[in-house]
């Protein structure tokens, strides 16, 4: 089969499935989403505010990636969004990950020809808004399976980044998620958009405020996210977004080893009640970890 058809099938796949109708409204306690979409743990930003009523979304869809040959094939990521309070994240795992030779899309995730690129194309939607109970999507892109390392032997962290309007950077979302060594809810995010807020990305170009800026370096200001990691070092780990440089004081403190690293979107949930619209869109290109850049 040809790489275009595989495409078009995954595409066709992606669109028709049908979320599980079992409405979970938001308490102040733990709510779990079963969402089986993913990855590994990725977390949302902590100072949004999540609707009242969410409606968890169903797939075990994820394809392998093979970077050489273009290939996609069928994964075994699984994953589950769960929200702490008003935060939400997405645990995951995957029994049978890519070599370094490949990645994985997830979700909505896929690849696309855009703007004479073959980028990576990600969706997130509530629909209808506030309730989700058509859907409530996110999707990620799995750059490595396989890092293996301290985080002082991650010196280049970028992507180019395109936001078609209205969507915008919104609810902690897009993100990188680097896995740790800790386990699942055990991670360290890092924010796109411009900080504190990590909102008002501009639309329609390539060119956002920090489209290809490597996050690896205190110049990219505050936009690390440490939380889930302060409850084993709360002076080396501070709960609040932070720069580059105090997360490696906080992973050398705690003696961990990145595992994995992905993009992922998930605010699709943020709609005008919250101050967002209720769908998001982002084209991600020039991927870069370390000495490794994809797409293309």
């Not at 060119?207 to 080396?236: H, I, K, M, Y």
């Not at 699709?268 to 797409?295: C, D």
């Amino acid at each position: 089969m040809s790489r275009a058809r595989l495409i078009s099938l995954i595409r066709g796949f992606l669109v028709t499935i049908l979320p599980k109708h079992s409405i979970v409204k938001i308490s102040g306690g733990i709510v779990v989403l079963s969402m089986v979409l993913g990855v590994v743990s990725v977390a949302g930003d902590s100072t949004s505010t999540l609707p009242l009523n969410v409606l968890p979304v169903t797939t075990t869809i994820s394809y392998d990636y093979d970077y050489v040959t273009g290939v996609l094939t069928p994964g075994t990521l699984v994953a589950t969004d769960i929200a702490f309070g008003n935060t939400l994240s997405t645990t995951t795992a995957d029994p049978s990950p890519h070599s370094n030779g490949g990645g994985t899309f997830f979700g909505t995730a896929r690849p696309i020809h855009f703007q004479d690129d073959e980028v990576v194309y990600t969706a997130s939607v509530c629909s209808p808004y506030p309730s989700c109970s058509s859907s409530l999507t996110f999707g990620g892109f799995v750059i490595t399976h396989h890092f293996n390392g301290p985080l002082s032997s991650l010196t280049t962290l970028a992507s180019q980044y395109y936001i078609p309007a209205p969507s915008d950077c919104s609810a902690g979302s897009p993100r990188f998620s680097l896995t740790t060594s800790e386990g699942t809810n055990h991670n360290i995010f890092v924010y796109f958009g411009p900080p504190p807020s990590f909102t008002g990305c501009a639309a329609d170009t390539w060119a956002n405020p920090d489209s290809g800026e490597n996050f690896a370096t205190n110049v990219a200001g505050p936009r690390w996210d440490l939380s889930q990691l302060t409850t084993f070092n709360p002076v080396a780990c501070p709960p609040s977004y932070t720069v580059y440089s105090v997360a490696l004081s906080c992973a050398a403190a705690l003696g961990l080893t990145i595992n994995a690293i992905f993009v992922v979107i998930d605010s699709g949930w943020n709609g005008p009640a919250t101050g967002g619209t209720g769908t998001q869109i982002v084209y991600f290109r020039s991927l870069q970890v370390n000495s490794e850049t994809r797409f293309p």
